[in-house]
C-alpha cells in the first residue's frame, strides 16, 4: 500500500510573486487524487514542490514521519526514491531506445545486474502495453506510446507515491481514455499514492478518489471526489463543470464587475449535472482504496443530482457495485 502525504501550511513564492499559500491537505494511501485550477495557479510548482525539486517557503510535507519540506539533502534524497513522477512530455531521452531509457533509472540508482534489470523494465513495459517496442526511439513512436514509456519508467524503481503531471496534455479523447483506464489499473495493482494534475475535466470527473483545486493563490476545496461533484461552491462548480459562468475569466479571474454584469443579466449557475460512476479498474474487479458510489453522499445526507452514478449502459452504479463486490469476494473465497 502506498504511503500518506501530509501537507501542511504550505507557500511557495517566486520573489515577490505568491505563487500558492497556506496549502493544507492530506494525500489517503494508496487513493487516486485530481488537482486542477486554471492555467499559471501553481499546479506543476506544487508537483515539483512535493518531490522535493523545489523548496516551500513555509509549511510541511510530511511522509513516514519526516518533513520533506525541511529535511538535509540526504534525508531528501531518500524520500525522493518514494516518489516516480510522469512529466508532461514523458522527458525521455531522444537518443536512447525505450528500454534503455525505462532502465536508465535502475542503471542509475541500484546496483542491479543486466538481466536483473531486463526483467524489472520488461515487467514495467508489460504493465503499461509496450511490450515488442523495445529498440523503438522515442522520435518513431506516438504521443501515447511516450506517455506510456514515461510511466514504465517512472516505475521501476517500485514508487510508494507516483506524481502525473497532465497525463493527457497532447493525447485525443480516445488515447485519454485508455490512458485513464491504465491509471487505474495500475492503481489497483500497485496500490501506491497516485497524484494527477489535469485539466481534463472527464479524467477528474470520473477516475479519482479525491479532488482539489487550486485557485487565486489558494486551495479551494480538497475532498472525496462526491463532495466536490455535488458542491455548490462558485469556482468549484464552474470549474468541474466547464462552465463560462462564475468567478473564472478568461485571464486568470474575473474583476468584479464582470461578475456584477453577469449577476444583473441574470446568469444562474445551472443546475448540477450528474454525478458519473468511477471508472472501475478492467481486471481485477475493485480497487482497495475505492469507496461504493453514494457512501459520501449519503454520510452527509447529500441527495445527489438526479441520474448520478448510472453509465452509459443504463447500469445504475447504487446497485450494480454491491453486485460486483459479492461476485469479487466468491472469487476470492
Ligand atoms: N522556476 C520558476 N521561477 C519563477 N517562476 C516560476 C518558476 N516555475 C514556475 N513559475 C511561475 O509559477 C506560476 C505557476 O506555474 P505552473 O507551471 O506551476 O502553473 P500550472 O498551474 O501548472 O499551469 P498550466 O496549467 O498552464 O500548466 C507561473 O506564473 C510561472 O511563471
Not at 9 to 16: A, D, N, V, Y
Not at 114 to 128: Q, T, Y
Not at 262 to 279: D, F, T, V
Request: hydrophobic share 40%.
Amino acid at each position: 500500500m502506498g504511503v500518506e502525504v501530509v501537507v501542511e501550511g504550505l507557500t511557495k513564492t517566486f520573489g515577490k510573486q505568491v505563487i500558492w499559500e497556506d496549502v493544507t491537505l492530506t494525500l489517503p494511501a494508496g487513493h487516486i487524487s485530481v488537482l486542477l485550477g486554471p492555467s499559471g495557479t501553481g499546479k506543476s510548482v506544487f508537483l515539483k514542490t512535493l518531490v522535493g525539486l523545489l523548496r516551500p517557503d513555509k509549511g510541511h510535507i510530511w511522509i513516514n514521519g519526516h518533513d520533506l519540506a525541511n529535511c538535509r539533502e540526504k534525508q531528501l534524497y531518500e524520500l525522493r526514491r518514494l516518489f516516480g513522477v510522469l512529466f508532461q512530455d514523458g522527458a525521455l531521452f531522444g537518443s536512447l531506445s525505450l528500454f534503455d531509457n525505462i532502465a536508465f533509472p535502475l542503471r542509475e540508482h541500484t546496483r542491479k545486474n543486466e538481466s536483473r534489470i531486463r526483467e524489472i523494465v520488461m515487467e514495467k513495459m508489460d504493465l503499461v502495453g509496450l511490450v515488442g517496442a523495445e529498440a523503438k526511439l522515442p522520435g518513431e513512436i506516438s504521443g501515447g506510446m511516450r506517455k506510456r514509456a514515461g510511466l514504465a519508467r517512472a516505475l521501476v524503481l517500485d514508487p510508494e507515491i507516483i506524481l502525473f503531471d497532465e497525463p493527457d496534455s497532447g493525447l485525443d479523447p480516445v488515447r485519454t481514455a485508455y490512458l485513464n483506464q491504465l491509471i487505474v489499473d495500475l492503481n489497483a495493482e500497485i496500490e501506491a499514492t497516485f497524484l494527477i494534475v489535469t485539466h481534463d475535466i472527464n479524467t477528474a470527473r470520473t477516475v479519482p478518489d479525491d479532488i482539489g483545486l487550486l485557485f487565486r493563490r489558494e486551495l479551494v476545496m480538497f475532498g472525496p471526489r462526491e463532495m466536490l461533484l455535488s458542491s455548490d461552491e462558485p469556482v468549484v462548480r464552474q470549474f468541474l463543470n466547464a462552465r463560462r459562468h462564475g468567478p473564472i475569466g478568461m485571464s486568470e479571474e474575473k474583476d468584479i464587475s464582470e461578475l456584477e454584469a453577469e449577476a444583473q443579466m441574470g446568469h444562474e449557475p445551472g443546475r448540477l449535472p450528474p454525478i458519473p460512476p468511477q471508472l472501475m479498474p478492467s481486471r481485477s474487479g475493485l480497487r482497495r482504496s475505492q469507496r461504493p458510489p453514494g457512501t459520501w453522499l449519503a454520510e452527509h445526507g447529500v441527495i445527489p443530482p438526479p441520474g448520478s452514478f448510472v453509465d452509459e449502459q443504463g447500469r445504475n452504479w447504487l446497485d450494480e457495485y454491491p453486485r460486483l463486490v459479492a461476485a469479487h469476494l466468491d472469487g476470492v473465497r
